[in-house]
């Protein structure tokens, strides 16, 4: 069985054989003006504008200015980034321990999504707090924001050749060569949870355009239930987890797997629970 390694997997031709005989080789970065920019930031920061300009299209129908949307993101993008490395520099500690200055390395990858999620909660739980807005109303805008960023974000890993799962030979698989090795066929998880993302944003912005939305928190909880369960499967399927300790347990697995069953646990209390939509946080706002 042929196994690289992360430095050599930067010069390997990827692709697809259920789409045909062909490859691509796309580079991992660019220069500009003698700087290295890395298409892994630019697909993230393209991921972040898509989220900020829809969500500033749809916050008056959670009764939140397209302004207040604005400035919550400012908050949110640097600290959710830092959130993001902290959460995965905690998990790999005696890695960092060893090389701490490698602690800023962020352009050489590093950054978890669930880090980047609860920090968000965090912050957007303080401006809620100074701006007087409602949380859940924010959460339920927000989540549309989280599924079109982890969607496309999840593009930057195919450019570095990483977040793909272990070797296997079924339909949906790619290849990843290397001349002089041969070829490695795995499964692509982030083409996974890239397309799991998207059906989650699609399916929950006909929902809530159609009326769906009975209570503030019900879109972000239909988020984490959704979201838990396809990253809780397609965990298990890569090669490059992080672990509680030293134990075989994946700390986003557990953590996908439990939010999951707590966002199904509020929303069957909720459902047995009579609510008007006037109690809806944009509309309490329209009498104002």
Not at 32 to 59: N, P
Request: glycine share 10%.
């Amino acid at each position: 069985m042929t196994v690289f390694n992360a430095t050599m997997l930067r010069d390997a031709s990827i692709s697809f054989p259920m789409l045909g005989d062909w490859s691509v080789n796309p580079p991992y970065s660019f220069s500009f003006f003698g700087y290295e920019v890395y298409f892994y930031g630019v697909i993230i920061a393209i991921g972040f504008v898509l989220a900020a300009l829809y969500c500033a299209k749809r916050a008056p129908e959670f009764g939140i200015s397209s302004d207040d949307l604005y400035e919550l993101v400012i908050w949110l993008i640097p600290t959710c980034i830092i959130g993001a490395r902290l959460y995965y520099v905690l998990f790999k500690l005696d890695q960092f321990i060893a090389n701490p200055k490698s602690i800023f390395a962020i352009r050489d990858g590093g950054l978890a999504i669930y880090g980047g999620i609860i920090t968000g909660i965090i912050v957007g739980a303080i401006w809620c707090r100074v701006k007087k807005r409602r949380l859940s109303a924010v959460a339920d805008l927000m989540c549309f924001g989280l599924l079109i960023g982890q969607s496309v974000g999840r593009w930057g890993n195919f450019i570095n050749r990483e977040a793909f799962g272990a070797v296997t030979d079924v339909f949906c698989k790619m290849g990843l060569t290397l001349e002089g090795f041969g070829t490695m066929y795995v499964h692509p998880t982030y083409l996974y949870e890239s397309f799991w993302n998207l059906i989650g944003f699609i399916g929950l912005h006909i929902w809530s355009r159609k009326g769906g939305r009975k209570y503030d928190g019900q879109a972000f909880w239909l988020y984490v239930l959704w979201y838990g369960l396809g990253r809780a499967w397609i965990e298990g399927l890569r090669t490059d987890s992080l672990y509680i300790g030293s134990t075989d347990i994946r700390v986003s697995q557990l953590l996908a797997a439990v939010s999951a069953l707590a966002a199904l646990a509020v929303m069957i209390i909720k459902s047995r629970k009579p609510h008007e939509s006037e109690d809806l946080f944009v509309n309490t706002q329209k009498g104002e």
